[in-house]
């Protein structure tokens, strides 16, 4: 059973654009919602994340929002660059281990 | 951040021989470690958790005399694949993280397996 539905599955952006990749989990006990970046051949390295007592969290070109109610989270990447161009991951995690659940992932491509 | 090391990042080794994979935390205890395993172009799945000083749970499906882990300290686990094939060929990845619920997961740089 996924538990953390990611969208879509791949990307194509040009240079310049905003990048937008979306998640929706379902176990309202998450409580931890970050976003990894991984590079082919490489592990996942953490980007940001969000707790849900707020509804936005910007870092630099990145930015998440969050909707508890309709239990979606989403992650934008303004002024999109090629060297963006990755697999990104949301996932979340309850407050009663660490275990993280992990969408199914994105390929983002920018275009010079 | 903190730095997970794993190593080796690459290993290509003969069916029926065993494989050991390294994850050091290198400046936190890591309370629990994580061990994945992802297939090309396809999400992280868990295969096991361990705790320092206990046994591993492994997620359902995952045999756990063919894949060992052991979490001596609370700077290193391992995983050992035992009696390779060219079906465990995949890329095994590592995460630790340190006290339950209010800490980052920190990810190894992978290892790429080839059994051949």
């Known amino acids: 059973q996924q538990q953390v539905k990611q969208s879509p599955q791949s990307l194509i952006v040009q240079k310049g654009g905003i990048s937008i990749i979306n998640c929706a989990y379902e176990?309202?006990?998450?409580?931890?919602f970050p976003w990894y970046q991984q590079f082919p051949g490489k592990g996942p390295a953490l980007l940001i994340a969000i707790r849900p007592d707020v509804s936005e969290k910007k870092e630099g070109r990145f930015t998440i929002s969050f909707n508890k109610s309709a239990k979606q989270f989403s992650l934008h990447i303004m002024d999109s660059q090629p060297g963006d161009s990755a697999t990104y991951f949301c996932a979340a995690r309850g407050n009663a281990g660490n275990m993280l659940t992990f969408g199914g992932g994105t390929r983002l491509m920018v275009k010079p | 951040g903190a730095v997970v090391s794993q190593h080796p990042s690459r290993v290509i080794c003969k069916s029926g021989t065993s494989v050991k994979i390294e994850c050091r935390s290198l400046?936190?205890?890591?309370?629990?470690m994580f061990w994945y395993r992802q297939f090309p172009k396809k999400s992280l799945m868990l295969m096991a958790t361990?705790?320092?000083?206990?046994?591993?749970?492994?997620e359902q499906g995952v045999e756990k005399d063919k894949f060992l882990i052991n979490h001596a300290s609370l700077t290193l686990s391992t995983l050992t694949v035992t009696s390779a094939h060219p079906e465990d060929s995949s890329f095994y990845i590592c995460s630790a993280t340190g006290h339950i619920g209010n800490t980052e997961a920190f990810f190894g740089q992978g290892t790429r397996l080839t059994v051949v």
């Open positions: 176990n309202t006990a998450f409580d931890y």
């Open positions: 400046d936190f205890q890591a309370t629990t």
């Open positions: 361990s705790n320092e000083g206990s046994k591993a749970t492994y």
